[in-house]
């Protein structure tokens, strides 16, 4: 099946810096989200962003799409040590959401 | 307060006992999903339940049960847990069918020794 797939796996940066994580995927979709994860708890939702979209933005985040690539990015801007955690792009394929995919994650560490 | 609650937190069986961990959610939700975490894979999505009575095969669905009798509860039953079953479940809802956000449980640790 389609899977997302983050780059980088692992982002270091301080606080106050700008992260960039990537998700590329294979097959066409309707829709991509990216989701953050805290240590092992439940997903939570950031923004989702349609296939006829190009950018979004929500607070701090800013969603990019590219659907000739196949290619998502996702900015956090200012970042804070709140910020750390792993992010998780999903896409929905072409079956309308019924079988999310998900990336293996990029794990992103702010330091103060 | 909206949310999928997930039971238990943790849980520790051995090879062969049957488990069920429940998943409801208060939010009248048709979609409901479950998925398993390993290091390194990500989500993997094990069944997917359309409506009441509707369930399908995700990704890995091989030694897992689900069942959507009521539109709040979608149970997953592993009749026979194995070592390899071991891993962090998540449960997860949505309004509707077309890929709308999802709202994930707090997650069940499973360790089958």
């Known amino acids: 099946s389609q899977q997302g797939e983050e780059d980088p796996q692992a982002l270091s940066i301080q606080e106050g810096e700008n992260a960039t994580m990537n998700c590329s995927y294979k097959?066409?979709?309707?829709?991509l989200q990216w989701y953050r994860q805290n240590s092992g708890r439940g997903l939570v939702h950031l923004i989702l962003?349609?296939?006829?979209?190009r950018e979004k933005h929500s607070g701090r985040l800013r969603v990019t799409l590219d659907t000739s690539k196949k290619s998502s990015s996702l900015l956090i801007t200012a970042s804070r040590a709140a910020d750390t955690a792993s992010y998780f792009c999903?896409?929905?394929?072409?079956?309308?959401?019924?079988?999310?995919?998900f990336g293996p994650g990029t794990r992103l560490s702010v330091l103060p | 307060e909206a949310q999928v609650t997930q039971n238990p937190r943790y849980l520790i069986t051995v090879t062969g006992k049957k488990l069920t961990v429940t998943c409801s959610q208060n939010?009248?939700?048709?979609?409901m999903s479950w998925y398993r975490q390993d290091p390194g894979l990500g989500l993997r999505q094990i069944y997917y339940?359309?409506?009441?009575?509707?369930?399908d095969k995700g990704d890995v669905p091989e030694g897992y049960k689900v069942s959507r009798k009521e539109k709040r509860n979608f149970p997953l039953i592993l009749e026979s847990p194995s070592p390899n079953q071991t891993s962090l479940y998540f449960c997860?809802?949505?309004?509707?069918?077309?890929?709308?956000?999802?709202?994930f449980g707090s997650g069940t640790q499973l360790s089958v020794l």
């Open positions: 962003i349609r296939s006829n979209e």
């Open positions: 997860a809802s949505s309004f509707g069918r077309w890929a709308e956000k999802l709202f």
């Open positions: 339940s359309m409506n009441v009575e509707v369930t």
């Open positions: 097959t066409s979709i309707n829709n």
């Open positions: 999903a896409t929905d394929g072409d079956n309308y959401g019924q079988n999310f995919v």
């Open positions: 939010m009248n939700h048709e979609y």
